[in-house]
């Protein structure tokens, strides 16, 4: 399945993202089926609009899984130092530790009580690893990103989730089923913690975070760029089994008690429904929600390659 080649062309000082055909774009009669919900087309350039510059967060790791994907990624953020706690065991140990030595990183053994006041938690499986700030891509970037694929993009975009464990869980759910990454806006959100990173147990190295400063404006942006956007809400009429989400798009998941705020669901061309059998239970928590869309999208694509 391949989407239409995009290059980035310069027109007036301006960059721009264009399509050499609409076949899973938003162009000339590609729409996904989305029932009970008015089809809009978008401009085929992007207008001008800025966005968020880098951000950075503490530079700790914590969890087996997550420093032991550092360390095989350390050529992207490298590692400056891994801490043991005195007694750990395991070959996943002797694995760190035969890393850390090939790259050079200096390894300590510490007591485990030295470890939980550096992880801020006893959660930690007995490592520690600290390294450079964690960078956020920008959006920029993203448009870049979305010009060299040779798929159709799937993008999650984490609209105020503020539980790392739903934020981690959510990458790691996004990265198995193929996104090519994950927004989240800057302000009344959880961004990309020590916590987030246990959650998503070593996913953020290899899954690029996108940090907005106005998530409705930046959904806009890739609209403009061809991406259909599609919103999760347990009250929506219309069924996530109905809609055709083999198109590029970005799924928007909202927050675990607000769900999708009025300018972020504005800019869904369609917002839909997980269909629940239990009434006692009427939601799933972000990252369940978004593991299921994810999924789905992953199943009708795997279909489609089939037929094709």
């Not at 928590?285 to 992953?298: D, K, P, S, W, Y």
């Amino acid at each position: 399945m391949i989407i239409p080649n995009i290059a980035t062309k310069v027109t007036a000082g301006r960059s721009h993202i264009c399509a050499a055909s609409r076949n899973y774009g938003r162009g000339t009669g590609s729409s996904p089926e989305f029932k009970n919900q008015e089809v809009r087309k978008r401009p085929e350039v992007l207008s001008q609009g800025s966005f968020s510059g880098k951000r950075y967060v503490s530079g700790i790791i914590y969890g087996r899984h997550p420093v032991l994907a550092a360390l095989r990624h350390a050529e992207d953020n490298p590692v400056e130092e891994v801490i043991i706690a005195r007694g750990v065991k395991g070959n996943w140990v002797s694995e760190a530790r035969q890393l850390a030595q090939s790259l050079g990183v200096r390894w300590r053994v510490q007591e485990r009580a030295a470890l939980d006041r550096l992880a801020g938690t006893a959660h930690h499986q007995g490592i520690v690893a600290r390294r450079g700030s964690y960078r956020y891509f920008q959006m920029a970037e993203l448009l870049e990103h979305l010009a060299a694929l040779s798929e159709p993009a799937i993008l999650v975009a984490a609209d105020g989730i503020t539980d790392p464990m739903n934020l981690g869980n959510l990458c790691r759910s996004a990265l198995a089923a193929g996104a090519h990454g994950l927004i989240i806006p800057k302000d009344r959100a959880v961004g990309v913690t020590p916590a987030v990173m246990k959650a998503g147990a070593g996913a953020l190295e290899s899954l690029k975070i996108y940090r907005v400063t106005n998530l409705a404006d930046s959904l806009m942006r890739l609209k403009e760029a061809g991406l259909w956007i599609v919103g999760s809400d347990a009250k929506a009429p219309q069924n996530l089994y109905d809609i055709d989400l083999t198109v590029p798009l970005v799924v928007v998941i909202g927050s675990e008690d607000k769900g999708l705020r009025p300018r972020v669901r504005r800019q869904c061309d369609a917002v839909a429904a997980i269909p629940l059998s239990a009434p006692a239970i009427n939601s799933l928590n972000a990252a369940a929600a978004g593991a299921v869309f994810l999924f789905e999208i992953r199943r009708q694509r795997l279909q489609k390659n089939k037929r094709s």
